[in-house]
């Protein structure tokens, strides 16, 4: 694997991934207090992190020069 610029910003937007992730499922896990909505949609920044962090490593894969899954060709 080759460390240029590319495999920094693929690291880190993995591990911002995870992190965004991370912290909308602890907030998601939080005991309520009251029965107001909650008016931050963390289910969906959960879902954008998680997918944001699948890609990334996806993308570090194939830096790495391990081949990916390829879709069937019809």
């Known amino acids: 694997m080759v460390w240029n610029s590319e495999t920094l910003i693929t690291i880190a937007a993995a591990l911002l991934g995870l992190s965004v992730a991370g912290l909308m499922y ?13 008016l931050f ?18 993308h570090l894969l194939a830096l790495a020069g391990i081949p990916l899954p390829k879709s069937p060709q019809q």
Do not use: W
């Open 41 to 58: 949609p963390t289910t969906l920044v959960l879902l954008l992190g998680g997918l944001l962090a699948v890609g990334a490593i996806m």
């Open 26 to 38: 602890f907030l998601e896990k939080r005991p309520r207090r009251d029965l107001r909505p909650r």
